[in-house]
């Protein structure tokens, strides 16, 4: 994207006021200065927020797509280790698998660039598992399911609905903040209007989710707010 005055956006306010000032000495009309000095202004304050956006797909986007990269990778250290039993079963299931995780992939990726977070899409989707459609999980399921599956055998089970624990505990740590924020100014608009039952219904609901993340699975998916947990 384009700005105008693009070589004023790098400057400091300081430094953008005393560009103004030395325009002026020059002789040019103060409110041209002005009309220029406010463009800037507004032109950098929109460059921030269009930085702050993008960040923030990013790491929704991120979510959803690094248990899918995850789940990608492990598919593939499984296609280059080669058993005697079950091999021709196994890896058809597994070469399968590996197209319709390329595919959500490639959907998912699609979506990036839309401009548009998770959240925003489809705020029913919180895992890469739920962008693939139920007839073709229950395809690859029976393929798997196909598979004969000896003592010791390491059995893969397919559409892990998990992420990693790193990621999760990120992400719980800072809904957890969010949650106990939102709490905190539900009770005090409760203690403001004590005869509100919207108010101190809020309270209740926002308590029983801080406990429904407490008790969240280690690499169990998290939603972006409590309101993702009803």
């Avoid at 002026?24 to 950098?44: D, T």
């Avoid at 797509?65 to 080669?82: A, G, H, Q």
Wanted: charged share 30%; aromatic share 6%; proline share 7%.
């Amino acid at each position: 994207m384009g700005y105008k005055y693009e070589h004023l956006m790098k400057l400091t306010p300081k430094q953008l006021h005393n560009h103004g000032e030395r325009l002026k000495k020059k002789g040019v009309n103060p409110l041209i200065v002005a009309e220029r000095i406010r463009a800037v202004e507004e032109q950098k304050a929109l460059k921030r927020k269009n930085q702050l956006h993008r960040a923030q797909m990013r790491m929704q986007w991120g979510v959803i797509m690094t248990p899918l990269m995850r789940e990608k990778k492990t598919v593939r250290s499984l296609l280059l280790y080669k058993i005697p039993k079950s091999h021709e079963q196994r890896q058809l299931a597994l070469e399968r698998y590996m197209v319709v995780i390329e595919r959500v992939e490639q959907r998912l990726r699609e979506l990036m660039q839309t401009d548009k977070t998770p959240m925003q899409y489809d705020n029913t989707k919180k895992h890469w598992t739920d962008y693939v459609p139920q007839h073709i999980k229950d395809r690859i399921c029976t393929l798997f399911d196909a598979i004969p599956h000896y003592p010791k055998m390491k059995v893969k089970h397919p559409f892990p609905r998990t992420m990693p624990e790193d990621l999760h505990n990120t992400l719980k740590t800072r809904l957890i903040n969010r949650t106990e924020k939102d709490l905190r100014r539900a009770k005090q608009d409760a203690l403001l209007n004590p005869d509100d039952e919207h108010t101190q219904e809020l309270v209740q609901r926002i308590t029983k989710a801080l406990d429904h993340i407490d008790r969240l699975a280690p690499n169990e998916p998290v939603p972006a707010t409590w309101h993702g947990l009803y």
